[in-house]
């Protein structure tokens, strides 16, 4: 089992960048495969970047592409959301979750393992 630690949220004006952290820790942290999600007031959480074991492939909502980017530093057991250009429609709580298959994307109910999550917010 693994437990996972976001940070790095906060309030920061349009155009302004963000980074996010998801610490691990348990098992090894190079047997999960991790994913970002966000939650608004009032909406669903909808993912928005996932990650493989290795950090060899990434994908992306298409609301963030281009100005988000996932990493990993397995030495580290960490994740990491960069968030640049951000917009008021970014404004949620960030989570990170794990799974221990090879990957899974934005398939959410397929991560066993989540965050508490932190909040990011974008005023315009």
């Known amino acids: 089992q693994v437990q996972l630690v976001e940070s790095g949220g906060g309030l920061v004006q349009t155009g302004g960048s963000l980074r996010l952290s998801c610490a691990a820790s348990?098992?090894?942290?190079?047997?999960?495969?991790m994913g970002w999600f966000r939650q608004a007031p009032g909406k669903e959480r909808e993912f928005v970047a996932a990650v493989t074991r290795s950090g060899d492939i990434t994908n992306y909502a298409d609301s963030v592409k281009g100005r988000f980017t996932i990493s990993r530093d397995n030495a580290k057991n960490t994740v990491y959301l960069q968030m640049n250009s951000l917009k008021p429609e970014d404004t949620a709580v960030y989570y990170c979750?794990?799974?221990?298959?090879?990957?899974?994307?934005?398939?959410?109910?397929?991560?066993?393992?989540w965050g508490q999550g932190t909040q990011v917010t974008v005023s315009s």
């Open positions: 348990g098992r090894t942290f190079s047997s999960y495969a």
């Open positions: 979750a794990a799974t221990e298959r090879a990957y899974v994307g934005y398939l959410q109910g397929l991560y066993p393992y």
